[in-house]
């Protein structure tokens, strides 16, 4: 029983952490990133594949944590999904490093390694380095700030050739 329950407490933790070289944003201020923002890249993934238009927005729950409401278009059936989940800080509300449920006890890092001081762009990972998302409050981004978002993942070992650049119309 004892080895089940530790199997148990590592299987569910086994989502947390953050890949090497990504640092969460200190001095993060939950309320400005508040809102809706748009993926304008990401690394492939089961949960998201073939969805474009895809948002997330982020509004405050009661008990101090994060609602998630991540939207997205099937882009062969023209059908919209939805997905509603729950975000909570790791460490404290002062640094972007939180974990995320969408499916009951399972909890995933959401570090955020990159933010502008308006609140405009994000650059996210997961707990590895198979999670990457380039978020906006723009669904449009410039090209320099493409380049910078695959400068920044090349540089933390991100397989850069895998990304998808999200269709926003």
Sequence with gaps: MRILSW???GLLSGCMGMPDGVTPVSNFNSE???G???EVARLDHSFERGLERVSAEY???E???IRVI???VDAQSGESKAAEGKAYFVNDAQEAY???SFFGPFYGSYVVFELDDDYRHAFVSGYNHDYLWLLARDPIVS???KARFVAQAQERGFATDGFIWVNQE
């Design 7 to 9: 199997f148990l407490v």
């Design 32 to 34: 400005r990133y508040l």
């Design 36 to 38: 809706t923002w748009y």
């Design 59 to 61: 509004q405050p729950r």
């Design 63 to 65: 008990d101090g944590g």
């Design 70 to 72: 991540n939207r997205g």
């Design 98 to 100: 939180l974990k995320v």
């Design 143 to 145: 090209p320099e700030l």
